[in-house]
C-alpha cells in the first residue's frame, strides 16, 4: 500500500517568488493536512482540508494558502516567500474528518535564499 | 493555552539501558494523544494512539502509557536502530471535527552501542 507522496522532496527558491508543494494521500483517504518544521518552533499546524473544503487553519498569514481536489491529492502554496519560510513542510493522511491517524509524508525541504 | 512539553530534549543511552520520555499536556479537551518517531530527514513515522487514561499500547521495545496529564513512551533494551526524535502529539476535542495536532517539541534519543 503506497503511503503519502510528496512532491518535490527540495526546492531552493529565491526571496519575493512563490511556491507550490504537493501532495497526494494514502489511498482512500480523504483528509489531508499541511505541517511546517522548523528547528526553532517544531512542528506547526498549517491548515486542514477533507472534501475539498478546507476545515481548519492555523496561525500563519494569508501568504500561505491551499486547495485540496477531487481525487483528496492537495497542495499547498506559498507566495511572496521569505527567508524564515525555510522548513520542513510536510502533509499528513488521514482517513476521515477528525479523531483519526494522521500519517505524514517524507516532506519537501524548501530554502528560500 | 493548549500546550505540550516533552522531557528530556535529549537522552543519551547505552544499547540495553531502558529508560521512558515523558509528554505532559494541557489540554481543554483530549479526544487522542498521539506518538510518533522521526528519524533526520524524514517525515514522522506513526507508532501509537492512546485515547482514554489507562490505556496502554505496545509495540516490540516500546510501550506507550496515557494518564489524564501525561503519556510516558518506555523503551525496553533499545539498540542502537532505536535511535531518532520521538514526538508527541495531542488531537482536542470541541471545536467541531479535525485531524489538527498539538505537538511538543520532541526527545531526540541517541542509543549507543
Known amino acids: 500500500k503506497a503511503g503519502v507522496t510528496q512532491t518535490p522532496r527540495y526546492l531552493i527558491k529565491t526571496r519575493g517568488q512563490q511556491v507550490t508543494l504537493s501532495c497526494s494521500p494514502i489511498?482512500?483517504?480523504?483528509?489531508v493536512s499541511w505541517y511546517q518544521q522548523t528547528p526553532g518552533q517544531g512542528l506547526q499546524f498549517l491548515f486542514e482540508y477533507f472534501s475539498e473544503t478546507q476545515r481548519n487553519k492555523g496561525n500563519f498569514p494569508g501568504r500561505f494558502s491551499g486547495r485540496q481536489f477531487s481525487n483528496s491529492r492537495s497542495e499547498m502554496n506559498v507566495s511572496t516567500l521569505e527567508l524564515g519560510d525555510s522548513a520542513l513542510y510536510l502533509c499528513a493522511s488521514s482517513l476521515g474528518h477528525g479523531g483519526t491517524e494522521a500519517f505524514f509524508g517524507q516532506g519537501t525541504r524548501l530554502t528560500v535564499v | 493555552e493548549d500546550q505540550v512539553t516533552q522531557s528530556p530534549e535529549a537522552l543519551r543511552l547505552q544499547e540495553g539501558e531502558s529508560s521512558s520520555l515523558n509528554c505532559s499536556y494541557t489540554v481543554s479537551g483530549l479526544r487522542g494523544l498521539f506518538w510518533y518517531r522521526q528519524d533526520p530527514g524524514k517525515g514522522p513515522e506513526f507508532l501509537f494512539t492512546?485515547?482514554?487514561a489507562g490505556e496502554e499500547k505496545e509495540k516490540e521495545r516500546l510501550k506507550a502509557t496515557l494518564t489524564k496529564k501525561e503519556s510516558f513512551l518506555h523503551i525496553t533494551a533499545p539498540k542502537p536502530e532505536d535511535s531518532a526524535t520521538y514526538l508527541c502529539a495531542v488531537q482536542l476535542l470541541g471545536g467541531g471535527a479535525t485531524n489538527k495536532l498539538i505537538f511538543g517539541t520532541g526527545t531526540l534519543l541517541a542509543v549507543q552501542p
Open positions: 492512546l485515547y482514554s
Open positions: 489511498s482512500g483517504h480523504r483528509s
